[in-house]
């Protein structure tokens, strides 16, 4: 900092409290440079509080180290009780919201609106700051952004475009606190909306006359709120230890900002619509846990391959000019590069970047949820000075959240400048973005997405398209059947996965380059498509969203970013099961459609007549909550496929009776279900389905992903208790509530499970009270610490053993292993980067396994880490398997030749061992006649675990994302049944329900609730 600026810094800290005009300064401050206007009144109270609680001079800059005054706009005091960044007070969302609205009531420059409501009914809001003139013409100004967002609306007429991008005022939108524990957001946001409001400097002016600033300052209003109560009770109890914040929104924490592609969250799909309908250029999230200001909307390679260059070139102009302004502003530690891949368009700002806009996002340092001013000691990693940080953060500083807030101000006013100063050029790219993604439907294609009318999945596809439609996509319905060119079958693309989804699941790539060798598909044929199929043409505004999730990801091994931020691979038609035919032929923007507005349910009701009903099995997500729905009638489930009415019918579809049909018509009209009447039952063999009694079992370690189980099952209305681990081990007789416990995967291995977390010093509560008044109800503890434990491992034991379900997935399936739960299973994980959160292809192996009824076979996985099983016929567990080929013992000759030892003749036949048998990866290897001489660690045939489902072989083992190092995991089992006594643990390696992208594995969590006490139908057990 320069000598000038911290004589200033110690002038204004000496100015008496009471507001005077602000003086002496050399020069008039300018648009493009940040400074007081000498002619305004400055708050000196407040300017001083200001500058006694930042910690150091250089962590100010010339637009935050003073306050301008009104006598008519209340200050972020009036509510806080003290400024914004004030020690030890973390405001809650009402008091934000208080003081937003109290603005809007003093400024006709403020304005607050209602943008929807959370999961648990808390409001969210958005706030509009601008010049009296732009808020006087805000919905013209709104409708010329629409024109912009819509060039078809103005004809393509670039010269109009042009017209608008020189008369209209753009949005900057702005989010914060997302994350609840990145708490600094909202007093920062409190004090810019005033700022923006008030000062009648000529650089803020510049920016309140140029452009629009929306203002979300709370995102996950739940979690801030419980935030702010864990913050209290930590200062009400300084010497204590505090509770971490388990649960953030009601459902998700961290993984809050991974929703952008699915939209299950009201936050996301409040954002979203906020962002699409005020037309606005920019969606800038502020987070906190990089120091001191890390912009990281840059970002690292791999950019996502569906954005336009035109994009990616605004992130580096904006990125780097605030790095530089701000470093000429003499605040330490602002730098715009590092390890954020910009790949995944899951993050909430994302939204902006495929809905033609620019998405944004800071990391500031925060004290980790807490208002205190703290000593940080930072990392050599953190503070070397690199290419990107030549000016990086201190060693060690005091941290303070008005440190924070005047980071998180400056660079936001930063960028609002420059975007107010650059407006046309923004606007105008907004316009050739839009323009463009409109003609990318003939240029760089592909034309369009069909999604058939004789899907056999049609509630999935339903529920595909309701996504669409959340992300404003415009889908349309063709009128009469068409004929479009897609590539052969076999050829191939279709080897790499990238298959017409005629015979299996995904998306078929119409002229599509084939990955592995980067040649083009040129071997095409006609289909035919029958009227009532969806068509998303991608000659609209909003084509990049559709086209990012519908097609293949594909991340190369060798990429120089070796360690992917998030998921790499999400293809939605594979993961919701269900056909999307990708085609390149033009032809097809000429087949006769018309628009779908309103509700997307698929076709659904009763035909014919009779008292017996039938559903034909496919794994749709409806048949669960179809049969909660109706508790009192009878299900029965066929074990073997038959055919009925001239229909053929699955193994697993439903014989309902003693349901009255408008009843179940109802229902399925809504479930989007189709049942076909008939007065009597078909002849097959069958088992009832029962509405199994369920638990969802979480830890006090973390939520995080077992909130998106929780998530699907309210969404589906699928009833479940919903307990702890403390809770499973306090009751003895589990077995005589639930018929089903459901142990998503969560944080920590299979001991932190049973041992919880240290039980040193203080209990650490979780409970809804006076202190804490946010904490939800449907999930308490007096104490978080304790796990499982030794009873709770016992206890779980015996729940199984006396005829339920434990469906154990991922860290929890491993927990099961450890702990002796299964016998003859192993869990293998590849090591390094094998697999970071792609879809892989599996087989069906056991058809007959209720667990399968319905799924079809090729069926695209979700999987973490590339986990799999091993499964053998003894206690100890499975063989290890994998794809690999037989080798022989180190000797004589080549790799096919016999062995001779020598010294002696060569080996007579009848002293040979007998050929052994070829045992694939995913079965178990024969018993032999040793093990049977003394069969102690050899499992009953009735016991042993059964393979529902594997991995596919390696050559089509990738379906989309990053896939490393094949062999280790083609062939392997995924889901495994293991019967114990009279109960079953299901154990899956993948996670079949995750982010609300992979609802096509819903249905094998279903299938194993439904058919909970008849799992072993169908078994074909071993002689031995």
Same mark, same amino acid.
């Given at each position: 900092?320069?000598?000038?600026?911290?004589?200033?810094?110690?002038?204004?800290?000496?100015?008496?409290?009471?507001?005077?005009?602000?003086?002496?300064?050399?020069?008039?401050?300018?648009?493009?440079?940040?400074?007081?206007?000498?002619?305004?009144?400055?708050?000196?109270?407040?300017?001083?509080?200001?500058?006694?609680?930042?910690?150091?001079?250089?962590?100010?800059?010339?637009?935050?180290?003073?306050?301008?005054?009104?006598?008519?706009?209340?200050?972020?005091?009036?509510?806080?009780?003290?400024?914004?960044?004030?020690?030890?007070?973390?405001?809650?969302?009402?008091?934000?919201?208080? $003081?937003?609205?109290?603005?809007?009531?003093?400024?006709?420059?403020?304005?607050?609106?209602?943008?929807?409501?959370?999961?648990?009914?808390?409001?969210?809001?958005?706030?509009?700051?601008?010049?009296?003139?732009?808020?006087?013409?805000?919905?013209?100004?709104?409708?010329?952004?629409?024109?912009?967002?819509?060039?078809?609306?103005?004809?393509? #007429?670039?010269?109009? %475009?042009?017209?608008?991008?020189?008369?209209?005022?753009?949005?900057?939108?702005?989010? @914060?606190?997302?994350?609840?524990?990145?708490?600094?957001?909202?007093?920062?946001?409190?004090?810019?909306?005033?700022?923006?409001?008030?000062?009648?400097?000529? $650089?803020?002016?510049?920016?309140?006359?140029?452009?629009?600033?929306?203002?979300?300052?709370?995102?996950?209003?739940?979690?801030?709120?419980?935030?702010?109560?864990?913050?209290?009770?930590?200062?009400?109890?300084?010497?204590?230890?505090?509770?971490?914040?388990?649960?953030?929104?009601?459902?998700?924490?961290?993984?809050?900002?991974?929703?952008?592609?699915?939209?299950?969250?009201?936050?996301?799909?409040?954002?979203?619509?906020?962002?699409?309908?005020?037309?606005?250029?920019?969606? !800038?999230?502020? !987070?906190?846990?990089?120091?001191?200001?890390?912009?990281?909307?840059?970002?690292?390679?791999?950019?996502?391959?569906?954005?336009?260059?035109?994009?990616?070139?605004?992130?580096?102009?904006?990125?780097?000019?605030?790095?530089?302004?701000?470093?000429?502003?003499?605040?330490?530690?602002?730098?715009?590069?590092?390890?954020?891949?910009?790949?995944?368009?899951?993050?909430?700002?994302?939204?902006?970047?495929?809905?033609?806009?620019?998405?944004?996002?800071?990391?500031?340092?925060?004290?980790?949820?807490?208002?205190?001013?703290?000593?940080?000691?930072?990392?050599? @990693?953190?503070?070397?000075?690199?290419?990107?940080?030549?000016?990086?953060?201190?060693?060690?500083?005091?941290?303070? +959240?008005?440190?924070?807030?005047?980071?998180?101000?400056?660079?936001? +006013?930063?960028?609002?400048?420059?975007?107010?100063?650059?407006?046309?050029?923004?606007?105008? #790219?907004?316009?050739?973005?839009?323009?463009?993604?409109?003609?990318?439907?003939?240029?760089?294609?592909?034309?369009?997405?069909?999604?058939?009318?004789?899907?056999?999945?049609?509630?999935?596809?339903?529920?595909?398209?309701?996504?669409?439609?959340?992300?404003?996509?415009?889908?349309?319905?063709?009128?009469?059947?068409?004929?479009?060119?897609?590539?052969?079958?076999?050829?191939?693309?279709?080897?790499?996965?990238?298959?017409?989804?005629?015979?299996?699941?995904?998306?078929?790539?119409?002229?599509?380059?084939?990955?592995?060798?980067?040649?083009?598909?040129?071997?095409?044929?006609?289909?035919?498509? &029958?009227?009532?199929?969806?068509?998303?043409?991608?000659?609209?505004?909003?084509?990049?969203?559709?086209?990012?999730?519908?097609?293949?990801?594909?991340?190369?091994?060798?990429?120089?970013?070796? #360690?992917?931020?998030?998921?790499?691979?999400?293809?939605?038609?594979?993961?919701?099961?269900?056909?999307?035919?990708?085609?390149?032929?033009?032809?097809?923007?000429?087949?006769?459609?018309?628009? *779908?507005?309103?509700?997307?349910?698929?076709?659904?009701?009763?035909?014919?007549?009779?008292?017996?009903?039938?559903?034909?099995?496919?794994?749709?997500?409806?048949?669960?909550?179809?049969?909660?729905?109706?508790?009192?009638?009878?299900?029965?489930?066929?074990?073997?496929?038959?055919?009925?009415?001239?229909?053929?019918?699955?193994?697993?579809?439903?014989?309902?009776?003693?349901? =009255?049909?408008?009843?179940?018509?109802?229902?399925?009209?809504?479930?989007? +279900?189709?049942?076909?009447?008939?007065?009597?039952?078909?002849?097959?063999?069958?088992?009832?389905?029962?509405?199994?009694?369920? %638990?969802?079992?979480?830890?006090?370690?973390?939520?995080?992903?077992?909130?998106?189980?929780?998530?699907?099952?309210?969404?589906?209305?699928?009833?479940?208790?919903?307990?702890?681990?403390?809770?499973?081990?306090?009751? %003895?007789?589990?077995?005589?509530? $639930?018929?089903?416990?459901?142990?998503?995967?969560?944080?920590?291995?299979?001991?932190?499970?049973?041992?919880?977390?240290?039980?040193?010093?203080?209990?650490?509560?979780?409970?809804?009270?006076?202190?804490?008044?946010?904490?939800?109800?449907?999930?308490?503890?007096?104490?978080?610490?304790?796990?499982?434990?030794?009873?709770?491992?016992?206890?779980?034991? #015996?729940?199984?053993?006396?005829?339920?379900?434990?469906?154990?997935?991922?860290?929890?399936?491993?927990? =099961?292993?450890?702990? @002796?739960?299964?016998?003859? *299973?192993?869990?293998?994980?590849?090591?390094?980067?094998?697999?970071?959160?792609?879809?892989?292809?599996?087989?069906?192996?056991?058809?007959?396994?209720?667990?399968? $009824?319905?799924?079809?076979?090729?069926?695209?996985?979700?999987?973490?880490?590339?986990?799999?099983?091993?499964? @053998?016929?003894?206690?100890?567990?499975?063989?290890?398997?994998? =794809?690999?080929?037989?080798?022989? %013992?180190?000797?004589?000759?080549?790799?096919?030749?016999?062995?001779?030892?020598?010294?002696?003749?060569?080996?007579?036949?009848?002293?040979?061992?007998?050929?052994?048998?070829?045992?694939? &990866?995913?079965?178990? =290897?024969? *018993?032999?006649?040793?093990?049977?001489?003394?069969?102690?660690?050899?499992?009953?045939?009735?016991?042993?675990?059964?393979?529902?489902?594997?991995?596919?072989?390696?050559?089509?083992?990738?379906?989309?994302?990053?896939?490393?190092?094949?062999?280790?995991?083609?062939?392997?089992?995924?889901?495994?049944?293991? &019967?114990?006594?009279?109960? !079953?643990?299901?154990?899956?390696?993948?996670?079949?329900?995750?982010?609300?992208?992979?609802?096509?594995?819903?249905?094998?969590?279903?299938?194993?609730?439904?058919?909970?006490?008849?799992?072993?139908?169908?078994?074909?057990?071993?002689?031995?």
């Amino acid at each position: 900092m320069t000598p000038r600026r911290v004589l200033a810094f110690l002038l204004v800290a000496l100015l008496p409290v009471s507001v005077v005009a602000q003086g002496g300064t050399s020069a008039s401050p300018s648009a493009d440079r940040p400074g007081r206007d000498p002619r305004q009144a400055i708050d000196q109270e407040y300017t001083k509080k200001i500058l006694e609680y930042t910690t150091e001079p250089f962590f100010l800059s010339p637009l935050v180290d003073y306050l301008p005054a009104s006598r008519t706009v209340p200050t972020p005091k009036v509510v806080l009780g003290d400024i914004a960044g004030a020690p030890n007070k973390l405001p809650y969302s009402r008091e934000v919201y208080d $003081y937003m609205r109290r603005l809007d009531a003093a400024s006709p420059r403020v304005r607050v609106f209602s943008i929807g409501q959370t999961e648990e009914g808390r409001e969210m809001i958005a706030v509009a700051v601008a010049s009296e003139a732009l808020m006087n013409r805000l919905e013209q100004n709104k409708a010329n952004l629409a024109k912009l967002a819509d060039p078809r609306s103005i004809g393509m #007429n670039d010269a109009e %475009a042009a017209r608008l991008a020189a008369t209209t005022a753009p949005v900057y939108y702005i989010t @914060g606190t997302i994350h609840s524990p990145e708490a600094g957001a909202p007093t920062a946001l409190m004090e810019l909306a005033y700022r923006l409001a008030v000062d009648e400097s000529p $650089y803020i002016r510049h920016i309140r006359d140029n452009l629009i600033t929306l203002i979300t300052p709370i995102v996950e209003v739940d979690g801030r709120d419980r935030q702010v109560d864990i913050f209290n009770w930590h200062m009400k109890y300084p010497d204590r230890t505090w509770p971490n914040l388990i649960y953030w929104g009601k459902y998700v924490a961290h993984d809050n900002n991974r929703d952008a592609m699915g939209v299950t969250l009201k936050l996301t799909e409040n954002v979203l619509n906020t962002y699409v309908d005020w037309k606005a250029q920019v969606l !800038h999230d502020l !987070h906190e846990s990089v120091p001191y200001l890390y912009d990281n909307t840059i970002g690292d390679g791999p950019y996502n391959a569906w954005v336009d260059p035109l994009l990616t070139n605004e992130w580096h102009m904006i990125g780097w000019n605030n790095v530089q302004e701000m470093t000429r502003l003499g605040m330490p530690g602002v730098f715009a590069f590092g390890n954020f891949d910009t790949w995944s368009p899951g993050y909430l700002m994302f939204i902006a970047a495929t809905h033609n806009g620019i998405s944004r996002l800071y990391e500031t340092f925060g004290n980790g949820g807490s208002a205190e001013t703290l000593e940080r000691t930072l990392s050599e @990693g953190q503070t070397s000075r690199t290419w990107y940080r030549q000016n990086p953060p201190l060693p060690r500083v005091q941290w303070s +959240l008005r440190n924070n807030n005047n980071y998180e101000q400056t660079g936001v +006013l930063v960028s609002l400048n420059y975007f107010a100063t650059n407006k046309r050029l923004f606007l105008q #790219n907004f316009y050739d973005k839009s323009k463009r993604s409109i003609l990318k439907a003939r240029t760089e294609g592909p034309a369009a997405y069909v999604l058939p009318a004789n899907d056999p999945r049609p509630g999935a596809q339903a529920e595909l398209l309701r996504v669409m439609a959340k992300q404003r996509v415009e889908i349309s319905r063709a009128t009469a059947a068409f004929t479009v060119s897609v590539p052969k079958r076999g050829s191939r693309s279709e080897v790499r996965g990238q298959r017409d989804t005629t015979g299996g699941s995904g998306v078929a790539a119409g002229g599509s380059r084939d990955s592995s060798a980067g040649s083009r598909v040129t071997s095409n044929e006609s289909r035919e498509f &029958p009227a009532g199929s969806y068509i998303i043409r991608m000659d609209q505004p909003y084509s990049r969203i559709a086209d990012a999730l519908l097609d293949y990801q594909y991340w190369a091994p060798n990429d120089p970013q070796t #360690n992917p931020y998030d998921d790499t691979g999400w293809t939605f038609p594979e993961g919701f099961a269900t056909q999307g035919v990708r085609v390149t032929d033009t032809t097809v923007l000429r087949v006769p459609v018309e628009a *779908v507005t309103g509700p997307i349910v698929a076709p659904g009701g009763v035909t014919g007549s009779g008292d017996v009903f039938l559903i034909n099995a496919n794994a749709d997500n409806a048949l669960t909550t179809l049969r909660y729905r109706l508790r009192s009638a009878d299900f029965q489930a066929a074990e073997e496929p038959f055919e009925a009415g001239g229909t053929r019918y699955a193994r697993g579809s439903f014989i309902i009776r003693g349901v =009255a049909q408008a009843e179940l018509d109802r229902a399925a009209r809504e479930l989007g +279900l189709r049942v076909a009447a008939t007065a009597s039952a078909p002849s097959v063999k069958t088992h009832p389905v029962r509405a199994a009694r369920i %638990a969802l079992m979480h830890t006090w370690a973390s939520t995080q992903t077992e909130g998106w189980w929780r998530l699907a099952f309210d969404g589906l209305q699928i009833p479940y208790e919903y307990i702890s681990t403390q809770e499973a081990s306090r009751d %003895a007789n589990l077995r005589a509530k $639930y018929d089903v416990i459901l142990f998503p995967p969560g944080g920590g291995n299979a001991q932190s499970i049973v041992q919880g977390m240290p039980l040193w010093r203080n209990a650490m509560p979780w409970k809804n009270s006076p202190e804490t008044p946010n904490i939800g109800t449907y999930a308490q503890t007096d104490d978080i610490r304790p796990g499982l434990g030794w009873t709770g491992v016992a206890n779980l034991e #015996n729940f199984v053993k006396q005829g339920g379900v434990l469906v154990a997935v991922e860290n929890t399936a491993q927990f =099961a292993i450890t702990f @002796g739960y299964t016998s003859g *299973v192993t869990m293998n994980t590849p090591p390094g980067n094998a697999v970071v959160g792609s879809l892989l292809r599996s087989r069906l192996v056991d058809e007959a396994s209720p667990i399968a $009824y319905g799924v079809r076979d090729s069926l695209a996985v979700y999987s973490s880490g590339g986990e799999s099983f091993s499964v @053998g016929s003894t206690r100890g567990g499975g063989r290890g398997g994998g =794809a690999s080929t037989p080798q022989r %013992a180190t000797g004589r000759g080549t790799p096919d030749d016999a062995d001779v030892v020598q010294g002696r003749p060569m080996l007579e036949d009848r002293f040979a061992l007998p050929p052994r048998p070829t045992v694939q &990866p995913w079965q178990l =290897a024969p *018993v032999t006649d040793e093990q049977l001489r003394n069969p102690t660690q050899l499992i009953p045939p009735e016991q042993r675990p059964r393979v529902i489902l594997r991995f596919s072989d390696q050559r089509d083992l990738l379906v989309s994302g990053l896939l490393n190092g094949a062999g280790q995991i083609a062939q392997r089992p995924v889901v495994v049944d293991v &019967p114990v006594e009279r109960g !079953h643990i299901v154990l899956f390696a993948n996670n079949p329900v995750w982010r609300g992208s992979t609802q096509g594995t819903y249905g094998l969590v279903f299938n194993t609730i439904l058919h909970f006490d008849n799992l072993n139908v169908g078994r074909n057990d071993p002689s031995k």
